[in-house]
């Protein structure tokens, strides 16, 4: 995967700098490295895998930090599998499901892997460009624009399963914690919800303060005040999603930090969460 090390390396600059000039200049900054990785040239041009249309370099950088198709398309992939994976070992193969939501599906990295199911599928995102090509482009999902904060524009109990890769990653505590319960709200009763999270395995992007606070078990929020975008960046350690997730009446089925797996077999870097509805 394209490594984004000078993007690191502002954020971390910036995170001395007072709030509000750290926030606008990090933003600002941040755009700026999107539309010019975006605009690069030399990029591989693939616009049709497995039947279906692939997203522009600008959509796909919005979502993951990079323009190379090939990444894209292979982590969607793998990480579609691991969802798989999940719902097998409780028990729930994808193959069951009736209803279930992309919570968070960008230009549908992931959601394009499931053309091959019966289920009704939904995504819904915060980035109404990326909803709105998913809906011109993906006819087998049905997508809508979702707020920064709760509701879902859906109604109670309508889903077997609820994903979210990369969410909870960059929303602060408060967002976090009415998101499950939201989360909770849209779940049918035996309903499954699988999520990421930063966790140990990210421990390294923090300062030293920042760091006995997340060994302590508290999260760690940076540019929070732009919350929802990719310079939003929050840290979870185990102890503190656990408890977020049963204060909202759900149920931990299943975690696997990504610290505990082996980086051969590691498909993803952020830890793994499976929890139902209680």
């Not at 971390?12 to 010019?36: I, K, M, Q, S, W």
């Not at 960046?233 to 185990?238: D, K, L, Q, V």
Request: a negative charge; hydrophobic letters at 40%; proline letters at 7%.
């Amino acid at each position: 995967m394209p490594r984004q090390l000078p993007l690191r390396a502002v954020k971390n600059t910036l995170l001395h700098a007072p709030p509000p000039v750290r926030d606008g200049v990090g933003l600002a900054l941040f755009r700026g490295y999107e539309l010019y990785t975006s605009l690069r040239p030399g990029r591989t041009r693939i616009v049709e895998d497995n039947g279906l249309p692939v997203p522009p370099a600008r959509l796909r950088t919005t979502v993951v930090g990079y323009a190379e198709p090939e990444p894209f398309l292979a982590t969607g992939h793998a990480e579609n599998a691991m969802i798989r994976d999940a719902l097998a070992r409780a028990e729930r193969p994808i193959e069951s499901l009736d209803s279930l939501l992309d919570w968070g599906c960008g230009c549908g990295r992931l959601t394009r892997w499931l053309a091959d199911i019966d289920a009704d599928v939904y995504a819904c995102d915060y980035n109404g460009d990326l909803v709105g090509w998913v809906s011109r482009n993906l006819p087998f999902v049905t997508a809508t624009r979702n707020d920064l904060a709760p509701p879902l524009p859906y109604g109670d109990s309508v889903f077997d399963f609820v994903y979210a890769l990369s969410v909870f990653t960059h929303l602060r505590d408060d967002s976090a914690r009415a998101w499950l319960a939201e989360i909770k709200r849209v779940l049918r009763p035996d309903g499954l919800f699988f999520f990421t999270t930063h966790g140990s395995g990210y421990r390294y992007h923090l300062s030293p303060g920042d760091a006995v606070r997340f060994n302590a078990g508290h999260s760690v929020v940076q540019f929070g005040s732009v919350e929802g975008t990719n310079l939003c960046a929050a840290y979870h350690p185990r102890r503190w999603m656990e408890g977020a997730a049963t204060d909202a009446g759900l149920v931990v089925v299943e975690v696997i930090e990504a610290a505990d797996v082996p980086e051969s077999e590691r498909v993803i870097g952020q830890d793994r969460y499976l929890v139902g509805r209680g």
